[in-house]
Every structure is written in C-alpha cells, then in structure tokens.
C-alpha cells in the first residue's frame, strides 16, 4: 500500500509530524528533513514504500529517512566503493557521502547518500523545504555568466586529481552526474572506473561539446583548450588548472566588489571566562576595509591559558599578514603564507608553553579559522574544529573539516562518518596550535572563487554543536543578502542564539559578507586571448595574451613608394634570402638549440582540492623514511598491532625504517612491523621539545562524551611516554598511516639495517 504523505519521528521526542513541519508539533525541536539519493537495485520500490521499515520512497532513487533522531545501522562490511566515499571525504562540498547501507528482500546492497544535489525540476512533487537547489548542468550552462562559467569548469580541473587517484575520474565524464548548485560544481554519485585511468583528452571531448553554449568571451579560447586537451598537450591537471586560473585572473577586472564584516565574541552564560578570541575586536563592523581578515580562535589549558594561547594566535596572524603586500602575491604564495601564519603563531604558544614549563593538559593551545577576502576570492584557513560556513542563497555549506577523532577515522576509511560520531571521544582533537612543534602541525588551506553575492560565517564550536548553524541561516544569515538586516544585528542575535540554544561555551562569531557585481562598462569585453597555447613545460602551459587595441589605427594610404627607394628595399630583400640559405646548417641548428624558452609563472594553486601522492606498495624488505613535509599524521609506534596500551614514541622526522612483518588485523586494517634504522642528529639532542600533538595512529578510549571545548586527546592514553624514539627500536603501525608519511627509497638509499631481498627470512613474504 502506498501512503500519500510521510510522517517524521521526532529527534527529541518521537512524536509523528507531518513531513511538511518544520519543527515538531509537540516540543518545538527542528524536524531534519533527510533526503536521501539511493545507489543500487531500488528500481521494484514504489512511492510510498518502505526501504529497511525506515527509509520512505519519495521519488525514483530518492527516499526520506523518517526516524532521523536515530542512529543509523552500522556496516559490517565495508566494500571498494564505499571506501573510495570516505577516503574523499575532504571534498564534501563537491561530492555526496554516504549514510547508510541497507540490504533489500534478496540481499543486495543499496548505498544511501546524504546531501546530494537532488534537483527539485527532477522532483516536482517532493517537499521544496528538504531539497536543494541543485540544477542539471545542461540547464545551467548556458545561463551563466562567464566568470561562473569558468568558475564550475575551475573546480571541475580540481577535482580531476584526487578522483583519479580513488578510480573514479569517470565520474566527470557523464553528464547525467554533473550538477551546479549557485556557484558549487557538485557529483550526483561516484561511479568507479572500468577499464582504465581516463585520460584529460576525454574531458577535452566533453567540455567541446559545450563550447557552443559558453559566453562569447571565452568561446575561442575554450574551443582552443579543448583541442590542445584532446592532442594531449595538457598532460595534468596541474597545468589544466593553471590555465583555468589565468582566465579567471583576467575576468577580475570586469567585477567591482564589496566587502563588508562583523565580529562578536561573547562569554556565555556558564563560562567564568572568555576563552575566545577574534579580530577584529568584539564589537568591529567595517566596510571594504584595507585587509579584509577575520580570525576566530577558541583556547583550551590551564589557569587562563585558553584565552592567552587564543590572544597570541590572533596577534601573532594579523602582525605576519599585516607585513606582507598581499595584493602583490599569486594564490599559491598566498596560501603558503598563510600557512607559515598559522605555524608562527603555533610556534609563540608551544614556545609559552615550554617557558612556562606546561605539561600535558596543562599546556594552553587553540583552534584557528581566519578568512581573508580578496576581490573574487576568498581563502579559508583552520585549525581544529572551529568552522567555516559558506552560505548563498542556494544553500549554507560548512567548508572546513573538523580535525577531531571522528573525521579522521572516515578520511583514512575505516568506519562511515555518522558511525564514527558515536565511539568514543570521537569529538577529541587530534591537532591544535600550541600543543606541539610546528612540523607537525597540518593546517588546512583553502581558496574559493566567488561569482555571487554570499557570507562566510565563521564560528567557534560555541554556536556550531547542535547543528544550530543549519538550524538557523536561513532566518538569521540569509537575510544579509537580501539588505534584510545588517552585519551588526546579524552576529548578535546569533550569540545571542547560542546562548540560549547551547549556552555550555564561550562563542564568537565573524561574518563576511561578499557583494559582487558585473561592472556594465566591459561586460562585453572579451577574454582577450590569443589563439595559441605554447607547450612551455611538463607542468606549465603558456598562453600568449592579445589586448584589444585601445586606439583605432588610420586608414594606410595606398601612395607608392619612390622609385629608387623601393629598388633599394628589393635588393636588401633579396640579399637577405641568399643570406639564409647560404648560412650553415650547424649554425642554424645551433640557433635552434639556444632559442630562449618563454618565461611564465608556476601553476596556480588549487584548492580546497591538494594534491594526494601516489601510495607506495610496502614489501617486507623495504626501507622508507619519514618525511619532514607530511600529511599532518605524526608516525607513533604501538608495541602490538591494534593495541592502545603499549606505545613505543614518536618516530623522528628523517628517520630511516625497514619493514620486518606485515599482517592484517580483522576490522582495524593492516599493520606494519618496522624497525628505526637511523635517525638524524638532532633528534637525539636533549633541547628538542616532546612531541605533544595527538598521533593519528591511536584513537582516543578514555571518555564516550563529546570533548570539552578546545581539548586535545592525549597521545598516549595510558601513560606511555612521549618520547621521540631511537636507532634499533621497532614496533607496529598501520600501513596507511605509515605510507601517507614517509617515502620509499630506492635500492641505492640502502640504511644502515637495510638487508637484501635474499637476506629475508623464508618465512616472510617479499
């Protein structure tokens, strides 16, 4: 039997609502509205069936989760493709992420993805308020703007990389997969590779198709890149992306922009002190100031510490920022500043710390999210769990990722995302400033381009728990864009929201509102690109830039040269053709080999995509050595696989290991055996500060409550030392983590305990 309408279960106090509440009729709490995309044999449910007893069909492959207040049922297993979901779990605002799996009537798994961009034109009869406003691409190409335009294809050359590197490239290359949503290029699903790696001369092929459609400003030119894409002149999408960000240099000029902002920190009703911090000052509304940079830091440790360690980090960014002439730099060297920022200030705090002699929980340290707005940009950078939300009038999309327990388990793909909210301390941080050595610290940089009017909220974990930010922008941030109510107004009555909704923690909030609009002087201005593109390098592709011509040349007169001089003007000519001709072959191929090679700059950066190395396949036998520069994972040995009770230390940055043993532990992965062959000087000398940073390789077991504000989870949860370990000692430690930290070395990088292939024992595999 079918129903006509669904009714949710109340998170709170499962009470049956209709689907088209908002908040429940009994106690008021907000009804999450769960739409979710079904992958799998799903084609014999109807409307109005039930998937599991839980799940209600709504529309062809999208059901409604009615009992959203609980938790959903665990995986036991989790297959290749679920696993290549979580392991891009990073790039959440591009890509869906999977809820649930639910087995039907004869066994067959169906994967349920969660904000996926369901279109509301695909799905007339479903409630409005529960979908998005996704568009098919088809739709909405040809109504964009050309800095939009070229903004989805931007994203679409970042997002090439890492989804090669899961074996789901493919997934680009099928229209039917491609939506929008406003500015965001977003993936209806993942679809795995059959065959082999697609090739960029296969993306080529697909965007030439839509070069009829393109603005009239990059039509030439995009025609043109899609030819030298299907020659295979474009051998990365390194260089593809290089390329894109050219253009959308050039259309800054086109744009005027406006940026406005607002910051707010506010003790809370339970808290006997302040321990956030912000700039601007509490209290600052500024329009198009000179620097438009907001940081949200929100400390944790000791008598006061919290507030001196988040003190020190605002400061510590803004004097670094302030010294820089930040319109002069590219992104990539931007987005390196505000890297080494971020550590300077990590660096003032831990260096407070061993002042002060501060151990363990007592040492103070922060979260960190700054924004720094630059005309049709905007860069993102965190620390911890404090967030950044992006919202338009599309949609609001968190577009930092907490660097807690929980995050981290569904990175390295070993449980779903909401499976990994219940475990234990799964709230605990696992990175903060000021809690350890700067090598060993991962702050995560992003850059967004802005084609509409929009607002980042940034916050500390004061307002964001309890998901009241999704609760709440669509009555208290969207009206920003639509002139409703002011900045100022804005954050204090989402403090004041806080306070009454969470109350438990300090919070402060930042707003940047974003305005931008198409100067009506050049919006018919083309591109002004050349119709070639030199192959300059593996990793640079140039193209030449042709200006229109800002005068109207005269008319040439068609008045004949004087006799005697144009004899003159043939007889250089022709003494010149003989010249060539006669000159040597040697010198002419000596020219050629000499030619100077066009100068242009590095690719541009992308972000929030990074790149993702290739991991090493690890033998018994072979030798590797940590990195300086790794993937924000300190290297930790445990004295048994899978065990939380023995850690061996910390293994120093440019240690050489060998692999002794391999084994596979039932639901925890495989594990690694290594012994520390050598170890670079300085990392026995007795100044160097203990390493403090949580270590990626043990999960936090000592609380099943959500952490305290700012806490970091201990290292070594019972006691072990922290201690940076020594040549000749060994122990365990998962191959992922291990492989994401270290490289492989060659035969001739042989160290010191390196043995032969025929030295291993027999016993061992190769």
């Given at each position: 039997?079918?129903?006509?309408?669904?009714t949710?279960?109340?998170?709170?106090?499962?009470?049956?609502?209709?689907?088209?509440?908002?908040?429940?009729?009994?106690?008021?709490?907000?009804?999450?509205?769960?739409?979710?995309?079904?992958?799998?044999?799903?084609?014999?449910?109807?409307?109005?069936?039930?998937?599991?007893?839980r799940?209600?069909?709504?529309?062809?492959?999208?059901?409604?989760?009615?009992?959203?207040?609980?938790?959903?049922?665990?995986?036991?297993?989790?297959?290749?493709?679920?696993?290549?979901?979580?392991?891009?779990?990073?790039y959440?605002?591009?890509?869906?992420?999977?809820?649930?799996?639910?087995?039907?009537?004869?066994?067959?798994?169906?994967?349920?993805?969660?904000?996926?961009?369901?279109?509301?034109?695909?799905?007339?009869?479903?409630?409005?308020?529960?979908?998005?406003?996704?568009?098919?691409?088809?739709?909405?190409?040809?109504?964009?703007?050309?800095?939009?335009?070229?903004?989805?294809?931007?994203?679409?050359?970042?997002?090439?990389?890492?989804?090669?590197?899961?074996?789901?490239?493919?997934?680009?290359?099928?229209?039917?997969?491609?939506?929008?949503e406003?500015?965001?290029?977003?993936l209806?699903?993942?679809?795995?590779?059959?065959?082999?790696?697609?090739?960029?001369?296969?993306?080529g092929?697909?965007?030439?198709?839509?070069?009829?459609?393109?603005?009239?400003?990059?039509?030439?030119?995009?025609?043109?890149?899609?030819?030298?894409?299907?020659?295979?002149?474009?051998?990365?999408?390194?260089?593809?992306?290089?390329?894109?960000d050219?253009?959308?240099?050039?259309?800054?000029?086109?744009?005027?922009?406006?940026?406005?902002?607002?910051?707010?920190?506010?003790q809370?009703?339970?808290?006997?002190?302040?321990?956030?911090?912000?700039?601007?000052?509490?209290?600052?509304?500024?329009?198009d100031?000179?620097?438009?940079?907001?940081?949200?830091?929100?400390?944790?440790?000791?008598?006061?510490?919290g507030?001196l360690?988040?003190?020190l980090a605002?400061?510590?960014?803004?004097c670094?920022?302030?010294?820089?002439?930040?319109?002069?730099?590219?992104?990539?060297?931007?987005?390196?500043?505000?890297?080494?920022?971020?550590?300077?200030?990590?660096?003032?705090?831990?260096?407070?710390?061993?002042?002060?002699?501060r151990?363990?929980?007592?040492r103070?340290?922060?979260?960190?999210?700054?924004?720094?707005?630059?005309?049709?940009?905007?860069?993102?950078?965190?620390?911890?769990?404090?967030?950044?939300?992006?919202?338009?009038?599309?949609?609001?999309?968190?577009?930092?990722?907490?660097?807690?327990?929980?995050?981290?388990?569904?990175?390295l793909?070993?449980?779903?995302?909401?499976?990994a909210l219940?475990?234990?301390?799964?709230?605990?941080?696992?990175?903060?400033?000021?809690?350890?050595?700067?090598?060993?610290?991962?702050?995560?940089?992003?850059?967004?381009?802005?084609?509409?009017?929009?607002?980042?909220?940034?916050?500390?974990?004061?307002?964001?728990?309890?998901?009241?930010v999704?609760?709440?922008?669509?009555?208290?941030?969207?009206?920003?864009l639509?002139?409703?109510?002011?900045?100022?107004?804005?954050?204090?009555?989402?403090?004041?929201?806080?306070?009454?909704?969470?109350?438990?923690?300090n919070?402060?909030?930042?707003?940047?509102?974003?305005?931008?609009?198409?100067?009506?002087?050049?919006?018919?201005?083309?591109?002004?690109?050349?119709?070639?593109?030199?192959?300059?390098?593996?990793?640079?592709?140039l193209?030449?830039?042709?200006?229109?011509?800002?005068?109207?040349?005269?008319?040439?007169?068609?008045?004949s040269?004087?006799?005697?001089?144009?004899?003159l003007?043939?007889?250089?000519?022709?003494?010149?053709?003989?010249?060539?001709?006669?000159?040597?072959?040697?010198?002419?191929?000596?020219?050629?080999?000499?030619?100077?090679?066009?100068?242009?700059?590095?690719?541009?950066?992308?972000?929030?995509?990074?790149?993702?190395?290739?991991?090493p396949?690890?033998?018994?036998?072979?030798?590797?050595?940590?990195?300086?520069?790794?993937?924000?994972?300190?290297?930790?040995?445990?004295?048994?696989?899978?065990?939380?009770?023995?850690?061996q230390?910390?293994?120093?940055?440019?240690?050489?290991?060998?692999?002794?043993?391999?084994?596979?532990?039932?639901?925890?992965?495989?594990?690694?055996q290594?012994?520390?062959?050598?170890?670079?000087?300085?990392?026995?000398?007795?100044?160097?500060?203990?390493?403090?940073?949580?270590?990626?390789?043990?999960?936090?077991?000592?609380?099943?409550?959500?952490?305290?504000?700012?806490?970091?989870?201990?290292?070594?949860?019972?006691?072990?030392?922290?201690?940076?370990?020594?040549?000749?000692?060994?122990?365990?430690?998962?191959?992922?983590?291990?492989?994401?930290a270290?490289t492989?070395?060659?035969?001739?990088?042989?160290?010191?305990?390196?043995?032969?292939?025929?030295?291993?024992?027999?016993?061992?595999?190769?």
């Amino acid at each position: 039997m079918q129903n006509a309408t669904a009714t949710l279960h109340c998170p709170n106090c499962q009470t049956l609502n209709p689907e088209s509440h908002r908040f429940c009729q009994q106690c008021r709490t907000l009804l999450p509205k769960r739409y979710l995309w079904a992958v799998g044999p799903v084609d014999a449910y109807k409307i109005g069936d039930f998937l599991a007893g839980r799940y209600w069909v709504k529309g062809e492959r999208v059901l409604l989760d009615t009992q959203p207040g609980l938790p959903v049922d665990n995986a036991t297993y989790l297959s290749e493709t679920v696993e290549t979901y979580l392991k891009l779990f990073p790039y959440r605002l591009h890509i869906p992420q999977v809820y649930t799996l639910v087995a039907d009537a004869g066994h067959n798994e169906i994967l349920l993805l969660e904000q996926a961009p369901i279109s509301r034109e695909d799905y007339p009869r479903t409630v409005e308020a529960g979908l998005g406003a996704a568009v098919a691409w088809e739709r909405a190409w040809p109504e964009a703007t050309t800095l939009r335009q070229l903004n989805w294809l931007w994203q679409m050359a970042q997002l090439w990389q890492p989804l090669s590197s899961q074996g789901v490239a493919s997934s680009l290359l099928q229209p039917e997969l491609l939506r929008v949503e406003g500015s965001i290029f977003r993936l209806l699903e993942l679809r795995l590779d059959q065959r082999q790696e697609p090739a960029l001369a296969q993306l080529g092929q697909l965007w030439l198709q839509w070069v009829p459609a393109a603005q009239a400003a990059i039509t030439a030119p995009l025609e043109q890149l899609c030819q030298q894409m299907i020659q295979g002149q474009y051998r990365t999408a390194e260089q593809l992306v290089a390329q894109l960000d050219q253009w959308l240099q050039r259309t800054r000029q086109w744009h005027t922009y406006h940026i406005g902002i607002a910051s707010r920190t506010d003790q809370g009703p339970t808290r006997k002190r302040n321990e956030d911090a912000c700039y601007p000052p509490d209290g600052t509304v500024a329009s198009d100031p000179p620097q438009a940079l907001m940081i949200v830091c929100d400390g944790v440790g000791g008598h006061a510490g919290g507030a001196l360690a988040a003190s020190l980090a605002t400061e510590e960014i803004r004097c670094h920022l302030k010294s820089l002439e930040i319109e002069a730099l590219d992104p990539r060297t931007l987005m390196s500043e505000l890297e080494t920022a971020a550590c300077h200030a990590n660096d003032e705090i831990s260096h407070r710390n061993d002042t002060e002699q501060r151990q363990d929980r007592q040492r103070m340290g922060t979260t960190l999210v700054m924004a720094l707005a630059l005309a049709h940009e905007i860069y993102i950078a965190h620390v911890g769990d404090s967030r950044a939300y992006w919202i338009t009038r599309t949609g609001c999309y968190q577009v930092t990722l907490d660097d807690d327990v929980a995050s981290r388990e569904v990175r390295l793909g070993y449980t779903l995302y909401r499976e990994a909210l219940t475990q234990p301390a799964s709230g605990a941080l696992v990175q903060a400033l000021g809690m350890g050595n700067s090598t060993l610290l991962r702050p995560t940089v992003q850059r967004f381009v802005l084609d509409e009017d929009c607002v980042f909220l940034l916050c500390s974990d004061g307002l964001s728990d309890y998901d009241r930010v999704e609760e709440c922008w669509e009555t208290e941030i969207l009206p920003i864009l639509e002139g409703g109510v002011d900045l100022a107004t804005a954050s204090q009555r989402l403090i004041e929201l806080a306070n009454r909704k969470n109350g438990h923690d300090n919070v402060t909030v930042g707003l940047v509102h974003c305005q931008i609009a198409q100067s009506p002087t050049v919006s018919s201005k083309p591109l002004g690109l050349a119709d070639t593109v030199h192959q300059a390098s593996d990793s640079t592709v140039l193209v030449a830039a042709a200006e229109p011509a800002k005068t109207q040349l005269p008319k040439p007169s068609h008045r004949s040269l004087p006799k005697p001089l144009l004899i003159l003007c043939l007889f250089s000519a022709l003494s010149g053709l003989l010249a060539y001709w006669f000159v040597s072959p040697s010198w002419r191929q000596y020219q050629a080999d000499n030619r100077p090679t066009p100068i242009s700059n590095p690719p541009l950066p992308v972000s929030p995509i990074p790149n993702t190395p290739p991991v090493p396949m690890l033998v018994v036998g072979s030798r590797l050595r940590i990195n300086a520069a790794g993937t924000g994972t300190s290297a930790t040995l445990l004295g048994q696989p899978a065990s939380n009770s023995a850690v061996q230390g910390v293994i120093p940055t440019g240690s050489v290991l060998q692999v002794l043993k391999k084994q596979t532990v039932p639901n925890r992965g495989n594990w690694l055996q290594v012994k520390v062959c050598s170890t670079p000087p300085t990392s026995s000398q007795p100044s160097s500060p203990p390493v403090t940073t949580a270590s990626p390789t043990i999960a936090p077991t000592s609380s099943a409550e959500r952490r305290p504000s700012g806490s970091v989870s201990p290292q070594n949860p019972k006691g072990a030392p922290n201690r940076l370990l020594t040549t000749g000692t060994s122990g365990w430690i998962r191959e992922p983590d291990i492989t994401l930290a270290a490289t492989v070395l060659r035969p001739d990088q042989l160290s010191s305990c390196a043995t032969s292939p025929t030295s291993r024992p027999s016993n061992q595999p190769g």
